[in-house]
């Protein structure tokens, strides 16, 4: 089972900041958190990841709670191309074999114009 | 570099018979991990393959089989089809597998009649 919740669906203005969040209480230290989406009909496309520090790349930032049980992703101006189901997924090396994705049901975010 | 490339994209298939399906990885990759996708049970985790061993395997009975080739090209196959066999197979490369970032195919729509 997925070891993290997210809401089911959330709507976004076109130009605005999407924040999408995630809980994941039960993270343990080894365990990073990774983001994944999935845009109809394709395959999932690989977002960002981090491990305690925030995270930006060109497509998105990833800020993580000091405690580490929860994060956000935000995409900082929203498309219509950004309508996706988003994947917040805990992965890590586990006892010496890296894990597989354990992907859960995800946000599906829409972006209205 | 050339993505993640799978082959044949639609397959149709008639209940009892069986299929290979085909992931050619991104060059220097040397993991191939495969997912079934269906709408009742979402994206699941069939197995992993580093350098040609499997090194994880998901909860799917042994109809489900893969391989990987010294090229780190990756095959799996299914026996006995299943209507239930009806899905879509992704499969994803990574450097080096499991937790770090994978980079997905665009899937083979397999449809079982």
């Known amino acids: 089972d997925a070891k993290t919740t997210q809401p089911t669906s959330m709507d976004c203005a076109e130009g605005r900041a999407a924040n999408l969040p995630c809980n994941h209480s039960?993270?343990?230290?080894?365990?990073?958190v990774y983001w994944y989406r999935q845009i109809h009909s394709q395959g999932p496309q690989y977002i960002i990841h981090?491990?305690?520090n925030n995270e930006t790349n060109e497509m998105a930032s990833l800020i993580i709670t000091e405690d580490r049980k929860s994060s956000t992703l935000i995409l900082p101006h929203a498309t219509l191309r950004d309508t996706a189901v988003y994947y917040c997924?805990?992965?890590?090396?586990?006892?010496?074999?890296?894990?597989?994705?354990?992907f859960g049901k995800g946000t599906k975010l829409s972006v209205k114009p | 570099k050339a993505g993640v490339t799978q082959t044949p994209r639609y397959l149709i298939k008639t209940r009892g018979q069986q299929v290979t399906l085909s992931c050619s990885p991104i060059?220097?990759?040397?993991?191939v991990s495969w997912y079934q996708q269906t709408p009742g049970q979402g994206l699941q985790f069939l197995f992993e393959?580093?350098?040609?061993?499997?090194?994880n395997k998901g909860n799917f009975p042994g109809r489900f089989s893969g391989r990987q080739f010294s090229n780190s090209r990756s095959e799996m196959n299914v026996s006995t089809l299943e209507l239930g066999d009806s899905a879509l197979y992704l499969c994803?490369?990574?450097?080096?597998?499991?937790?770090?970032?994978?980079?997905f195919g665009p899937g083979t729509r397999l449809t079982v009649t």
């Open positions: 060059s220097g990759h040397r993991s």
């Open positions: 994803a490369s990574s450097f080096t597998g499991g937790g770090y970032e994978q980079y």
């Open positions: 981090g491990l305690k």
């Open positions: 393959y580093f350098s040609e061993t499997q090194r």
């Open positions: 997924i805990l992965s890590g090396n586990y006892g010496g074999s890296q894990g597989n994705l354990i």
């Open positions: 039960t993270i343990s230290g080894n365990e990073y």
